[in-house]
């Protein structure tokens, strides 16, 4: 194993955990260390002697032990008890789990959510009483729903239904609670029924990076954009190797007019995954907001979801005075995802300024309660739209704040 330190600084980890493994066909001894990066300094250190037919066993015990150590030493042992239940008994069902988790960590596209949509159907068929692999489905069609890759309606049934089922097998779930709030925030527009659910989350697994993006979310919805970047950014600090992470932190820097910094976060998030998705999206409107339009239509070209292509050049083109061109993306935008889409349709009409068109498809969005419709207060492309009495009567609606 290399340097300890130099793995700590490229992690962006303060605690490492080092292991070593030998046996037999019939035994193995894992040895474990817990190190402190910045020092190098020696922990905890435990041997775990088992039969090797127990491995999966023992890596609960490692991950349990291990983590009461670090809690002893971050919280004086005054922490929540941390649930032993990580694994489920089924090794295969645990695998599926872990490959439905990595796909569903990639980012939102297609393919990658439809890998992880399988494998958690698959882990789920080996292993039903295993919560977390409920909860990941969960939130998997939460964020194909999200993404009209499924009926939303039926997508966000499903996902409810998948969260309460997980809350039902281990009510102690962090994740559990996490995916209903997706669900209460993206189809239900429950803010204080999110709120309460992500308060049970964050008291069951505090400093959670999914938890501090759930929160993040909620903070972006009611218009604390500070908030929801200091998330985000404590998320970041937290695993610095999730690309869904940065996509995020660099939409909200955005929003907030930080573009350098935003940039630098999209760009790491390229760094992770070339293929994610949105990310080109998000730097078209920054190459906008720049006056850059014609960087930011050679940028779009490489946005791997057609509707925020076609988004993107309505936008660009519109910028460059290209109106013809500009219409034929929205035309387009509209022929094809009029159903899905109609929030992304009216932020291009709100945009070039044509207030009547965009509050006439937001009403469409609001009727067919469009999941992208609660991020209208941090969307800067409505800006055209905040002195007409018409977007204080659709906060007002929502019960969001004017």
């Known amino acids: 194993m290399g340097d300890i330190r130099e793995i700590g600084r490229k992690l962006n980890a303060r605690y490492v955990l080092e292991g070593s493994l030998q046996g037999s066909a019939a035994r193995i001894r894992i040895t474990t260390q817990l190190i402190d990066s910045t020092s190098g300094t020696h922990l905890w250190s435990k041997s775990f002697d088992r039969p090797a037919e127990d491995i999966f066993a ?177 998320a970041v600090a937290l695993d610095p190797l999730l690309v869904n992470s940065y996509s995020g932190l660099g939409y909200l820097l955005y929003a907030a007019g930080r573009y350098e910094e935003a940039q630098a976060a999209l760009q790491k998030a390229l760094d992770l995954n070339p293929q994610a998705t949105y990310v080109h999206l998000t730097l078209d409107k920054i190459l906008i907001a720049e006056g850059k339009p014609q960087q930011a239509l050679a940028n779009i070209e490489k946005e791997p979801i057609e509707w925020a292509k076609f988004t993107g050049h309505a936008l660009a083109y519109h910028a460059l005075g290209r109106e013809q061109d500009s219409n034929a993306a929205l035309a387009a935008l509209i022929a094809k995802y009029h159903a899905l889409a109609p929030y992304q349709i009216a932020q291009v009409y709100a945009y070039r300024g044509q207030s009547d068109k965009s509050f006439e498809w937001l009403e469409r969005a609001y009727e067919q309660r469009d999941p992208g419709l609660p991020e209208i207060k941090s969307n800067p492309l409505f800006k055209n739209l905040h002195h007409d009495s018409r977007y204080r009567e659709l906060l007002k609606k929502m019960h969001l704040p004017t």
């Open 58 to 234: 023992v890596q609960d015990e490692i991950a349990l032990a291990a983590t009461q150590a670090l809690q002893v030493k971050l919280l004086g042992g005054n922490g929540r008890p941390v649930a032993s239940n990580l694994h489920s008994a089924n090794p295969e069902a645990y695998q599926a789990y872990l490959q439905a988790e990595y796909f569903s960590g990639r980012g939102p596209s297609k393919e990658d959510l439809g890998k992880a949509l399988a494998y958690a159907d698959t882990a789920i068929k080996l292993d039903e009483k295993y919560a977390p692999t409920w909860a990941l489905r969960g939130s998997v069609q939460n964020m194909m729903a999200e993404s009209g890759l499924i009926d939303p309606t039926k997508g966000f049934r499903n996902a409810r239904d998948d969260a309460e089922r997980a809350i039902a097998l281990d009510p102690t779930l962090a994740s559990a609670y996490l995916a209903l709030a997706a669900t209460q925030i993206s189809c239900d527009w429950e803010w204080d029924a999110a709120n309460t659910s992500i308060t049970k989350a964050t008291a069951l697994e505090p400093g959670s990076v999914e938890v501090l993006r759930m929160s993040s979310y909620l903070s972006r919805i009611l218009g604390n954009l500070d908030q929801a970047i200091k998330h985000y950014e404590e």
